[in-house]
């Protein structure tokens, strides 16, 4: 844990500014190299910004979230103002020119000056306790909305600081003093945020939110007692996170929320240790070198992924690949680099334009590492209790999971699997729908993905339950050359006397026949036995087995024999966000167990 004084502080980081790796607008010898085509593709994108209308931040939008709990008019309004001075911020960067983007960069940075709040409306319980639904600009609620305005800021002043003091004189000071009231005042004042943890409850606010008051004060703070004192406590809450991380590096979030809660802990950890040199670099703890393997872990192929609670199944492009490539190349580990590195080198402003100036400052090699497949033949993370086997990197993939449900973001999923063939999940976790004021609310599990009945679960007469006491028991592993094997009880998942046990077993057998066999076992269910089963493709039903279609080349046969009756629904999805990853439909395959049976199995194969 780095403990330095206030003075100590101060004095490290008096030379920040330039230290962070990332120059202003007049360092042509940086930005002039950045490659014709990264080049190309952003100053289109900016050009096509001055082509459209700015979005427009109404206190309607805003308050639907407490009259309708409809939150995804204001914020992705909000979400696109800030891509859009972004865009054109890296536009005037990447020319050095004040024509044509700066105007529209100043207008866009006074607009979001001018917003009476930057805080998204369900998370301002000030405003709720109120009993009001119009922000007060006097008491702000710093949330993970504040922080992505902050950090935009941010790193607009710095990179346009000469062009902004010739061009719009009182700027710079304006978001200093807007960056002072909305963030560095709320983050001093009060010292007891749900999201910094002192309690052992932190989470991926934790980073997300101290990332950027770590930016803001080594670029907007011009006090340097205050900046030290600042940077000092961002480092006491990025501890608090730091502490709670398990040592095996899984996230029960999963992969999408890895990057905002984990990959934003090491840019901050990267930042610190520029900005204060060896003093401030806390960057070589164990428990980092396993962090940094999630993502390739739990990765199935192309942009899908093993997909747990609100996380999606497939991963937005729009990540920080550098980062995470600066990562594995400072620990040594060729297998994240080469991860990294396969993931592509396209600079996404939607990422945050922090980010995108880092990977055009410091960008990664353009050719690819020679390694083996970063896709082990199995992992097993027992801290989330999530195991990942492969037959191949062009089979079958199972993956299981125990746990509880109380983790973050949960879905009611214990003893939920996937299936995959080739890197494309065929029985699937639908993943997060688009979030309302609902969602972290007591009515959460109202909707339907979040619903044990929409996850490959039992339902031994009644639903999974939320709460951390609803959770696997007796989980065991097996893992061998030719075998990789979950097996865990159930039975306390659901309502107490609901089932007296559970056993389900999911295997991954490797060899001449690679299969995938689930075995569950049951006694004492009180009320009718069903086993739900959510697929992705075209579902063909026969006898005693089912035939999914993905494409042309990818098929599976899932298969149960005569011991139970089988039913299809078909589930159309018209929310977005989980179009994005299904397209119209995903299909339910309900197995009902004949009379007296105890036990049902279930195979899965690749067929041609």
Not at 511 to 537: C, K, N, Q, Y
């Amino acid at each position: 844990m780095i403990a330095l004084t206030a003075p100590d502080l101060a004095t490290l980081l008096s030379h920040a500014r330039s230290r962070i790796g990332v120059p202003d607008v007049t360092d042509r010898a940086v930005w002039d190299r950045v490659d014709p085509a990264t080049r190309g593709r952003l100053l289109a994108a900016a050009e096509t910004e001055l082509a459209t209308p700015p979005p427009v931040l109404s206190a309607t939008a805003w308050a639907r979230a407490f009259r309708d709990g409809v939150r995804t008019e204001y914020e992705d309004a909000a979400r696109r103002l800030r891509d859009r001075v972004g865009v054109l911020v890296l536009g005037v960067v990447l020319t050095g020119e004040v024509e044509p983007f700066l105007d529209a960069a100043i207008d866009g940075m006074v607009a979001l000056a001018e917003a009476s709040t930057w805080c998204w409306a369900p998370h301002d319980s000030f405003t709720a306790a109120r009993r009001e639904v119009v922000p007060d600009v006097d008491d702000p609620y710093l949330d993970l909305g504040a922080a992505e305005v902050t950090s935009l800021l941010a790193w607009a002043d710095h990179v346009l600081g000469p062009l902004l003091d010739v061009r719009a004189p009182g700027l710079r000071r304006r978001l200093r003093r807007e960056v002072d009231k909305r963030v560095f005042d709320p983050f001093e004042r009060i010292r007891d945020w749900h999201w910094i943890g002192f309690d052992g409850d932190a989470h991926n606010w934790n980073p997300w939110i101290h990332g950027a008051v770590l930016v803001a004060a080594l670029l907007l703070c011009d006090d340097p007692a205050r900046r030290a004192n600042l940077v000092r406590l961002v480092i006491a809450g990025l501890e608090s996170f730091i502490a709670v991380l398990p040592d095996d590096g899984g996230i029960d979030e999963g992969v999408a929320y890895w990057w905002q809660g984990a990959g934003r802990l090491l840019e901050a950890l990267d930042l610190l240790a520029a900005a204060g040199g060896p003093a401030l670099d806390s960057r070589d703890r164990p428990v980092f070198a396993e962090l940094i393997r999630f993502p390739h872990r739990m990765h199935l192929g192309g942009d899908w992924y093993v997909n747990a609670g609100d996380a999606s199944a497939r991963l937005p492009a729009a990540q920080p690949w550098h980062v995470l490539h600066r990562w594995g190349e400072r620990l040594g580990d060729k297998d994240v680099q080469a991860y990294a590195l396969a993931n592509g080198h396209t600079v996404h402003p939607a990422a945050g334009l922090g980010r995108a100036l880092d990977a055009l400052a410091n960008p990664m090699p353009r050719s690819p590492q020679r390694t083996k497949s970063w896709q082990a033949p199995h992992v097993w993370l027992p801290r989330v209790q999530v195991l990942v086997a492969r037959e191949s990197v062009t089979g079958l993939t199972l993956a299981m999971k125990a746990g509880h449900n109380g983790e973050r973001h949960n879905h009611l999923d214990v003893g939920s699997y996937w299936v995959a063939l080739r890197g494309r999940p065929v029985l699937v976790d639908v993943g997060q729908p688009t979030y309302t004021a609902a969602s972290f609310g007591p009515d959460r599990y109202a909707a339907w993905p979040l619903q044990s009945a929409w996850h490959n679960v039992p339902e031994p007469g009644a639903a999974q339950q939320p709460g951390a006491a609803f959770t696997a028991t007796d989980v065991h592993v097996e893992l061998a050359p030719e075998t990789a094997a979950l097996q865990a009880d159930l039975a306390a998942a659901y309502p107490r006397g609901a089932v007296e046990s559970w056993r389900r077993t999911a295997r991954l057998v490797r060899g001449p026949r690679p299969r995938v066999e689930v075995v569950d076992s049951w006694t004492g269910a009180r009320d009718v036995v069903l086993l739900r089963h959510i697929l992705a493709g075209t579902v063909d039903l026969a006898e005693g087995a089912a035939v999914i279609t993905l494409d042309d080349s990818r098929r599976v046969r899932m298969s149960w024999g005569t011991q139970a009756d089988a039913v299809l629904e078909r589930q159309d999805i018209t929310d977005p966000l989980l179009r994005a990853s299904w397209g119209e439909s995903l299909t339910r395959l309900t197995l009902r167990p004949t009379a007296g049976t105890g036990s049902l199995t279930v195979w899965w194969e690749a067929t041609e």
